[in-house]
């Protein structure tokens, strides 16, 4: 069964970094567009970034250009977050996110929250 596990995400004052893991059971990621997205309380869910099933495409919001990166790593069937200079408005759960045909697939979600 294809299911998408996020971890990785914690607390952390502002200025501080994480890195966020999205591991992929069932299928491998190399073949596929990976993103990743976020939603704070009380407000929509955003996208935050996407790696290209090919790598040669990556795309960032302008929130978090310049601060998060993403990759993917094929041997360990994970697309990393890196993100860094972490603000308090980069609070939210963080969802990785694909689709294989037709179907969606969404992990739970890690939970992000920058405070001093």
């Known amino acids: 069964q294809e299911q998408l596990v996020e971890s990785g995400g914690g607390l952390v004052q502002p200025g501080g970094s994480l890195r966020l893991s999205c591991a992929a059971s069932g299928f491998t990621l190399d073949s596929y567009a990976i993103g990743w997205f976020r939603q704070a309380p009380g407000k929509e869910r955003e996208g935050v970034s996407c790696?290209?099933?090919?790598?040669?495409?990556?795309y960032y919001a302008d929130s978090v250009k310049g601060r998060f990166t993403i990759s993917r790593d094929n041997a360990k069937n994970t697309v990393y977050l890196q993100m860094n200079s972490l603000k308090p408005e980069d609070t939210a759960i963080y969802y990785c996110?694909?689709?294989?045909?037709?179907?969606?697939?969404w992990g739970k979600g890690t939970l992000v929250t920058v405070s001093s």
């Open positions: 790696i290209s099933s090919s790598d040669a495409i990556l």
């Open positions: 996110y694909t689709w294989i045909g037709r179907v969606n697939y």
